[in-house]
């Protein structure tokens, strides 16, 4: 279903990513590419580590549309991202054939406030796994995000049920396309909106699933040492930011 308001708490700390990279010699690269993220503290957003990939190219800068949802974004929404003003922090080896849906997540670090400002908050983050790690089939649970079929800069929901739970994917019934990838899972816990996953697949190939339940999509499951790395990464925000410190910070890598 298409969102009537993504002003409204939780859509409200979505956002869409526009990506730009440039070749190792810096040279600008003619695609953009797009990811939905989400806000999980004043300046760092969450999406999905294969969004944030720079094996074969550097991301150069960023557009961030908070909540948007109009098939024009009013200038309002976007809040430009350059260089030297962000750290990325992945899994490096989160393309591990056993499994490469577990360690398929990232953030970005701000150094502005800007998207925070308009958002007017975040997804809570404090101590998540302890609802993610005790999930059930069948259990009700959200999505929303920019799916690729629909227009640019719609933002879409989904109500659904947990599959099933492996050692660590989220199994999910939502119907997901490319653009979806680093769209928040969420279930609503005494008034609160609690991630417990990151959508990154739209099949479950790799994540140890009962055969049956191949076709459906897959997310990290934010269990505890996913949430104990990604709050590693929150504090990294007190580190200078420099041209390259993605590159060369030592919390980006790992």
Not at 62 to 76: C, D, E, G, K, R
Request: aromatic letters at 12%.
């Amino acid at each position: 279903l298409r969102v009537e308001d993504s002003g409204l708490v939780p859509y409200r700390y979505i956002c869409l990513l526009e990506i730009f990279r440039v070749d190792f010699e810096g040279n600008p690269l003619k695609y953009t590419s797009r990811s939905t993220g989400f806000l999980i503290d004043k300046n760092v957003l969450m999406t999905a580590g294969h969004s944030l990939n720079q094996t074969d190219s550097r991301i150069s800068h960023f557009i961030v549309y908070p909540f948007i949802n109009a098939v024009l974004p009013p200038h309002v929404y976007r809040v430009d991202i350059p260089a030297a003003s962000f750290q990325i922090h992945t899994i490096p080896e989160y393309k591990n054939p056993n499994c490469y849906v577990k360690d398929d997540y990232g953030v970005i670090v701000l150094e502005t406030d800007a998207v925070y400002e308009l958002m007017g908050g975040h997804f809570e983050w404090n101590e998540n796994y302890l609802i993610a790690e005790h999930l059930t089939e069948h259990a009700p649970i959200h999505i929303a995000g920019y799916p690729i079929d629909k227009a640019d800069f719609e933002m879409w929901r989904e109500e659904g049920q947990v599959i099933e739970i492996t050692r660590h994917c989220l199994i999910h019934s939502f119907t997901t396309t490319q653009r979806n990838s680093g769209s928040p899972i969420w279930v609503e816990d005494q008034g609160k909106f609690i991630v417990v996953g990151i959508h990154v697949s739209g099949n479950s190939a790799s994540c140890g699933y009962r055969p049956e339940n191949r076709e459906f999509g897959s997310a990290v499951l934010l269990k505890k040492h996913v949430c104990d790395k990604i709050s590693g990464w929150i504090t990294c925000r007190n580190e200078p930011f420099s041209e390259n410190s993605f590159k060369h910070s030592p919390c980006t890598i790992g």
